[in-house]
């Protein structure tokens, strides 16, 4: 069973930077695309980032620029390393494993809060 656990939101003011982390376990993780994404109160789960197994990214509009996805397959981890955050990145931040489909194949955790705000 895939298991993912993310960890690293907190309270930042505008402008400002986290860096969440996402291990998982369960999967050879070296193989498989993973994917990072939130969901704000009263709105549909969105996608964030996209890194494939070969390193190859893509990410939202809307954090272009300023969302960095990496990846390190030595440690099962996933990373995404925000930047000049906004008021509206605010959202429980996940990470998947997406399948076929647009299925995933972990169970959706806890997921990691962020909230950004003066």
């Known amino acids: 069973q895939v298991q993912l656990v993310e960890s690293g939101g907190g309270l930042v003011q505008p402008g400002g930077s986290l860096r969440l982390s996402c291990a998982a376990s369960?999967?050879?993780?070296?193989?498989?695309?993973m994917g990072w994404y939130r969901q704000a109160p009263g709105k549909q789960r969105e996608t964030v980032a996209l890194?494939?197994?070969?390193?190859?990214?893509d990410y939202a509009d809307f954090v272009k620029g300023r969302f960095t996805i990496s990846r390190d397959n030595a440690k099962n981890t996933v990373y995404l390393q925000m930047n000049s955050l906004k008021p509206e990145d605010t959202a429980v931040y996940y990470c998947?494993?997406?399948?076929?489909?647009?299925?995933?194949?972990?169970?959706w955790g806890a997921g990691t809060q962020v909230t950004v705000s003066s």
């Open positions: 369960g999967i050879t993780f070296r193989i498989y695309t």
């Open positions: 890194i494939s197994s070969l390193g190859s990214t």
């Open positions: 998947n494993v997406p399948g076929s489909g647009g299925g995933f194949l972990g169970r």
